[in-house]
């Protein structure tokens, strides 16, 4: 049974900074691809950056660009999220997936090329 869970998130400051977490069992992990997304209150998910199964290959969302970065760490199972500079447009729930092809550009932004996606985990930014 694949398991997938993100933590990390909580309440920061305009400015601040968060590295979540995302842990992922029942599947060779380092065969998958891996994508965060975020979904604010009334909006759609909205991927916002991926990584490829070794690495790699890294893509983000024009609007963390710069700010967030992407890494994993396949003997742990891992994978994170540094974010940097937040924003209160930064607020959301924010979830990982794990896809087994990894797409080029901001096809990897797609929630259809992910199989198994974890509950989420809260970030929420003050002015």
């Known amino acids: 049974q694949v398991q997938v869970a993100e933590s990390g998130g909580g309440l920061v400051q305009a400015g601040g900074s968060l590295r979540l977490s995302c842990t992922a069992s029942?599947?060779?992990?380092?065969?998958?691809?891996m994508g965060w997304f975020r979904q604010a209150p009334g909006k759609e998910r909205e991927g916002v950056s991926c990584?490829?199964?070794?690495?790699?290959?890294?893509y983000y969302s024009d609007s963390v660009k710069d700010r967030f970065t992407i890494s994993r760490d396949n003997a742990k199972n891992t994978l994170y999220l540094q974010m940097n500079s937040l924003k209160p447009e930064d607020t959301a729930m924010y979830y990982c997936?794990?896809?087994?092809?990894?797409?080029?550009?901001?096809?990897?932004?797609?929630?259809?090329?992910?199989?198994?996606w974890g509950q989420g985990t809260q970030v929420t930014v003050s002015s």
């Open positions: 997936a794990a896809g087994r092809a990894y797409y080029y550009g901001n096809y990897c932004t797609r929630t259809m090329a992910y199989n198994y």
């Open positions: 990584i490829s199964a070794s690495g790699g290959d890294t």
């Open positions: 029942g599947l060779t992990f380092d065969d998958y691809a």
